[in-house]
């Protein structure tokens, strides 16, 4: 998990075990900003910052630039600090930087935030670093494996959270680490010290309703409740910007193929880790599967392509959400 890695080289930096080196890339920059940040406040005191500390812009300066600070000397501190921010804009020149990484100053910590983009692991930079310094790369998690993050940033901080509470932010922010962050943050400041984090606190204070939501609406389905169902799809029908079909429909067709799925395992026992889901909602899948034959599902499936082409305006001049969600909702209780 990116997270141990990452509390990894915190411990690291607080028992002073610094590298010369810090190449930070990847596709998700909650995590590059997370080190970059600590480091920056962390490695010199707020006094030694003011010589030793310099902050460069990928777009303004080139590999050339950025090894002439590093091999400068501290003044007045044992350490300085270098971080190169939007590094990526210099993945042109990038592997210039070798002969530097082969011999870095050692009264220098490098901080390279290279954001969105990773180093070819064929090529000699990203073998060199590994070597001398923290190559570190920061992957994107899938929204599958969010709640299970949210869980444990929480519990580092002394709280816990419900497992539809967990869902619901996700569905709500998606895979963003950096917005999900914030409304914990936000959450953090109302609830009290040990406090459990449920539904009714994130509709209370993120505004997210714990009645009318994607979530709710894959247990209706699930449960062939038609009242329940029709009461979502007219609330979505009547906020679309706040819930859009594109959203809906992507949800639901991962839902359906992991029932599908769920038709096909032998091992019913090993359904949660093949499906990816938190164990606490396997009983929504056995539970669908009870009420949705496989051939059903692969109906049901086809049903939610169509509808997410007409969404898109494949065969369906004019057709609001609301008549798209109904047509979903018919195809899938027929």
Known sequence: MPLDKVKSIITDIKN?????????????????DAI???????????????????????????IDDVVSNAKRYP???????????EAQDLSRT?????????????????????????????????????????????KKLYDNQVPNWITRVLQGKGHT?????????????????????????????IVKPGEQITPHIIERNI??????NNFELQNALGAKDFKKAYRIITYFSQNPKDHPI??????????YSKLLKYHSLTNKAEAAKVLGVNPYFLKDYQQAAGNYPMKKVSAIISVIRDVD???????AAGMSQGDLLKELLVGIFE
């Open 207 to 212: 505004g997210i309703s714990k009645d009318f």
């Open 309 to 315: 082409l007409k969404s898109k305006g494949v065969g």
């Open 75 to 85: 003044m007045m501190a044992e350490k300085q600090v270098i971080i190169v921010r």
């Open 94 to 138: 990038i592997e210039n930087l070798v002969s530097y990484a082969e011999n870095p100053q050692p009264s220098t910590v490098l901080v390279m935030c290279y954001k969105y983009k990773k180093l070819d692991a064929r090529k000699k930079l990203s073998k060199t670093i590994k070597k001398t310094g923290e190559l570190f790369e920061s």
């Open 16 to 32: 002073k075990n610094f590298k010369p080196i810090y190449f930070l890339m990847g596709e998700e920059p909650y995590y590059i």
């Open 36 to 62: 970059s940040d600590y480091i920056s406040n962390n490695v010199l005191t707020e006094e030694e910052r003011g010589f030793n500390q310099i902050v460069l812009y990928g777009r303004d300066v080139t």
């Open 161 to 189: 959270i419900t497992p539809k509470a967990a869902q619901m932010l996700v569905e709500f922010l998606g895979n963003d680490l950096g917005k999900v962050n914030n409304e914990l943050e936000k959450l953090l400041v």
């Open 246 to 255: 594109v959203l809906t429909v992507s949800l639901l067709y991962s839902f």
